[in-house]
């Protein structure tokens, strides 16, 4: 079953669930949502096992397609997944903070 969420309601959770982010490193260093980790959707099959499977992940892209094929591998996988639709271009189009440059 495929789950998703708005950025609306990510905006409500974010800081207190694992978001990872699979557009590509020039998009994420230009803004992306505070505490999104960066992992490429193309590295994704051979990072997977740096997410924790116990957790539910949270998948973000630039409008929602990228992420929702990251969840539908890694839900084939096993992991409990929620695509964000809209992506960060709704994120920012809301008006929510965003963070620039490279992560921590």
């Known amino acids: 079953m495929k789950k998703e969420i708005s950025v609306q309601e990510l905006h409500k959770i974010v800081g207190t669930v694992a978001l990872v982010d699979v557009r590509e490193p020039d998009e994420y260093i230009s803004g992306h949502v505070p505490t999104a980790v960066l992992m490429p959707l193309a590295t994704v099959p051979v990072r997977m096992n740096e997410l924790d ?45 965003t963070n620039t440059g490279e992560q921590p």
């Open 53 to 97: 499977r116990s957790q539910t992940l949270y998948m973000v892209c630039q409008a929602g397609g990228r992420s929702a094929q990251a969840c539908a591998f890694l839900e084939q996988q096993g992991y409990d997944v929620v695509n964000v639709v809209g992506g960060t271009g709704q994120w920012i189009g809301a008006g929510f903070d």
